[in-house]
């Protein structure tokens, strides 16, 4: 790993505001896992809770969000915004601190998704030696699309070793 792939970056608290699903597969089982967030997200964009939430979003970015609350896995997908909640949406509230931001791009958000996951949960935390996630929940932020392809970030809230 490159420093180039990551960078760590402080960042004031913030609150996502998102529609949730309970991921039952095993945390090992990325198949398993990918394929429920996936058909979650379809889910929210054919049923309008999506766009329910972008239209009060303060900007363009879309998050997916991970959190485990009660020993469940929940998934959300979520948008900053000042607006009230919706009904059966769940106020996420992120830690002021210092954040791992791991970039990139892919040709869905769903690979974008599990490219920067599979790169901040497999490459960059397991080598870090003076960082590290101790939970809470973190995020893939999509960013907006160039080049045909979706970019954006991986929020995960870290501690100094």
């Known amino acids: 790993m490159n420093m180039t792939d990551y960078t760590l970056e402080n960042k004031d608290s ?3 505001l998102g529609f949730g699903t309970e991921l039952k597969s095993d945390y ?5 896992l990918n394929k429920e967030k996936s058909d979650f997200w379809q889910a929210v964009s054919r049923d309008g809770r999506l766009d329910t939430l972008k239209s009060i979003a303060t900007n363009d970015y879309v998050f997916a969000v991970n959190e485990a609350v009660n020993n469940k ?3 959300y997908a979520g948008v900053m915004t ?6 059966e949406a769940r106020v996420i509230q992120f ?4 954040y791992l931001v791991v970039k ?6 769903d690979e974008l998704n599990n490219k920067l996951a599979g790169l901040a949960f497999g490459q960059v935390l397991p080598e870090a030696k003076n960082f590290a996630y101790v ?10 699309q160039r080049n045909g392809l979706v970019f954006g970030e991986m929020w995960i ?5």
Request: no cysteine; net charge negative.
């Open 28 to 32: 090992t089982d990325f198949a398993g």
């Open 104 to 109: 990139g791009e892919g040709k869905t958000a």
């Open 73 to 75: 896995m929940m998934h």
């Open 135 to 144: 939970g809470g929940p973190n995020a893939m932020v999509e960013m907006g």
């Open 157 to 161: 809230p870290v501690v100094r070793k």
């Open 82 to 87: 000042e607006a009230s909640a919706p009904e």
């Open 14 to 16: 913030f609150i996502v």
């Open 95 to 98: 830690p002021k601190g210092e």
